[in-house]
């Protein structure tokens, strides 16, 4: 049922076609993709409300970069007038305020620019899912209608995901960066598990994985999670996270993002 495309030389030691890993995907196009396949039934509410105050929220965040902007080029105008104006005795430090100035104004710009379109493409990817999600959908009664049936489930594979790509994290231990028709997820994955697999998944709107193809532009790459806005995800006063791979399992967990038949979500939410 896969459709792994690995753009780069991989050492992950794991068949990333075995029925572990199958499974696991099943899980996730049920949990997580199953309301933009083309067919009938009832919305999902829940998900619907969600999406539309995470729309609400990234508009929000564009009011705020865009303000950062006309501030940066307010403090980048006044700078300049300064240098202009500087009495000859204190130009060349004039100078040196205003170069120092603009500096700190282009790289404030530069981010800003960045995470507005990088807010925008979210926008526009959510309001896609709305209208998926205003259409009506039979989930329960189409999962199990196909549940069984393996080559209707490889159509609905090939339909809601375009691209899987793995990165080794350490000895059988991967992210797999996964492009949907709903945007972009990590599955977190640990084939060193005995028996049954259990697998973590966080969508790209909260964080991206710093080696993967859709890694955050402003953040350098690397083998870890860039996190945006995790006092959403978990308590913290920080406007941006780094963390490494178990760290975001927890998250997962905490989060009920798990890809597991059998797994509990927490009964109280516990301060990762």
Known sequence: ?????????????????????????????????????????????????????????????????????????????????????????IEEEAKQNYSSTMLEVKRTKEYASARIDELRKEVNRLQRQITFLKEPINRDEYIKRIDSNEEEKRKLFVEL?????????????????????????????????????????????????????????????????AIMNPSMLYETEDLEAFLEYDEVVEICRQNDWVLDPEFEPPVSYKEF
């Open 161 to 225: 995901i375009y691209k899987i790509v793995p990165y080794k994290v350490r000895y059988r231990v991967v992210v797999l960066e996964t492009e949907t028709i709903n945007g972009t997820y990590y599955i977190l994955f640990d084939a060193n598990q005995y028996r049954k697999a259990v697998a973590y998944y966080i969508d790209g709107i909260w964080g991206r994985w710093q080696s993967g193809i859709n890694a955050f532009d402003a953040y350098d790459k690397g083998d870890y999670f």
């Open 1 to 89: 049922m896969s459709r792994i495309r690995n753009l780069k030389e991989c050492d992950c030691q794991i068949n990333l076609n075995n029925e572990k890993l199958e499974g696991i995907y099943w899980e996730f196009i049920k949990k997580e993709l199953i309301a933009h396949a083309e067919i009938n039934g009832n919305q999902n509410d829940v998900k619907l409300s969600e999406a539309e105050d995470r729309v609400a929220k990234c508009k929000s965040e564009i009011l705020l970069y865009d303000k950062e902007i006309e501030s940066a080029n307010r403090r980048g105008t006044k700078a300049y007038n300064a240098y202009l104006d500087a009495p000859e005795e």
